[in-house]
């Protein structure tokens, strides 16, 4: 089993930045692709950026593409999102997510573990 325990969200005024942490448990990861996804008030869970198992293949929703920084730790077992010019429209539970291949996905479905998320929210 794997556990993904996320940690850094808040509160911070639209501009400002944060950096979301993930660290798993449980099974190697090195070999894991890794996402962060995102879930606002009444909407669906959506897709933010992933990364491959190495760390050099990155993917980005179009929202967030030259504001958030995917990246995972030297020993693979922790992935960060660092988050720049946050939006109001940027408030939700962010989610880590696993998946047990080497190729990073945007799709939710396509993910094996998850964690219980993280509140971040952006005043205006």
């Known amino acids: 089993q794997v556990q993904l325990v996320e940690s850094g969200g808040g509160l911070v005024q639209a501009g400002g930045s944060l950096r979301l942490s993930c660290v798993a448990s449980?099974?190697?990861?090195?070999?894991?692709?890794m996402g962060w996804f995102r879930q606002a008030p009444g909407k669906e869970r959506e897709f933010v950026a992933a990364i491959n198992w190495s760390g050099r293949t990155t993917y980005y929703s179009d929202s967030v593409k030259g504001r958030f920084t995917i990246s995972r730790g030297n020993a693979k077992d922790t992935v960060y999102l660092q988050m720049n010019n946050l939006k109001p429209e940027d408030t939700a539970v962010y989610y880590c997510?696993?998946?047990?291949?080497?190729?990073?996905?945007?799709?939710?479905?396509?993910?094996?573990?998850w964690g219980q998320g993280t509140q971040v929210t952006v005043s205006s």
């Open positions: 449980g099974r190697i990861l090195s070999t894991y692709a």
């Open positions: 997510a696993a998946r047990t291949v080497l190729s990073a996905s945007g799709l939710k479905n396509e993910y094996d573990y």
